[in-house]
């Protein structure tokens, strides 16, 4: 099976602009995760889609959103960008299984 | 707030030598993760442990869950320059119910050198 595909790999924006990320599970996961991995905060969880349904979500403010699609690809979206947000954003699917992740490539967004 | 911590943050050790990279927590998971990330690519799942004193082997890795699930290591036997990248463990704190919420931990950078 081809494995969590994550586009664009890179991103730079400027402040105030906003950025659509996309990802492509891996076939038959339908549980899609978001997370942001900076080396100040390291892993952490944004939110969570099954179903096209969000069952889950981290505390990031209300600029950060996702969705997902009935094929399970999924796309998060952050407006109003600060410098803060730059970060590399994962994505992960999973097959309901002990939440293990599967992580795709992830996107580096950077903020200018 | 479920937190995990990681220790050490930074290790560089000689090709052969053996290393040990703990996770500690004050509180109980589910189960717990370990991840290996290299630069520029996602984290890659190694193993899951969920019984209390679970221990599971990979080749040269050996992974340990504590009795009370709070705490988890991670041993590497006669490191190999391939071992080299970011090791970081992830409690999954609710089992069912966590839907894709893991606590990871800030991470080990492992480097063997040659």
Known sequence: KAGVTQTPRYLIKTRGQQVTLSCSPISGHRSVSWYQQTPGQGLQFLFE???????????????????QFSNSRSEMNVSTLELGDSALYLCASNEGLLNEQFFGPGTRLTVL | TQLLEQSPQFLSIQEGENLTVY????????????????????????????????????????????????????????????????????????????????TFGQGTILTVHP
């Open chain 1, 49 to 67: 889609y099954f179903s096209e349904t969000q069952r889950n979500k981290g505390n990031f403010p209300g600029r950060f959103s996702g969705r």
């Open chain 2, 23 to 102: 996770c500690n927590s004050s509180s109980v998971f589910s189960s717990l993760q370990w991840y290996r990330q290299e630069p520029g690519e996602g984290p890659v799942l190694l193993v899951t442990v969920v019984t209390g004193g679970e221990v599971k082997k990979l080749k040269r890795l050996t992974f340990q869950f504590g009795d009370a699930r709070k705490d988890s290591s991670l041993h590497i036997t006669a490191a190999q320059p391939g071992d080299t990248g970011l090791y970081l463990c992830a409690g999954d704190p609710l089992g069912g119910t966590s839907y894709g919420k893991l």
